[in-house]
């Protein structure tokens, strides 16, 4: 299997997964320094006050 790398990648996610990311990257998996998340929910709550 190809080695794998997120390195020039930036990884933006809603923080409900933070601590799922967090624990890839720790593992190695994930080896970008860019991990950005939203606060929990960001989406669902901006979509709604869309909705008219």
Same mark, same amino acid.
């Given at each position: 299997?190809?080695? !794998? %790398?997120? $390195?020039? !990648? /930036?990884?933006? %996610?809603?923080?409900?997964?933070?601590?799922? &990311?967090? @624990? &890839?990257?720790?593992?190695?998996? &994930?080896?970008?320094? @860019?991990?950005?998340?939203?606060?929990?929910?960001?989406?669902? !709550? %901006?979509?709604? $006050?869309? /909705? $008219?």
């Amino acid at each position: 299997m190809p080695n !794998i %790398s997120f $390195s020039d !990648i /930036a990884i933006v %996610s809603c923080g409900t997964l933070s601590l799922e &990311l967090n @624990h &890839l990257k720790k593992q190695g998996f &994930l080896d970008t320094n @860019h991990l950005y998340f939203t606060t929990p929910d960001f989406m669902r !709550i %901006s979509m709604n $006050s869309n /909705a $008219s």
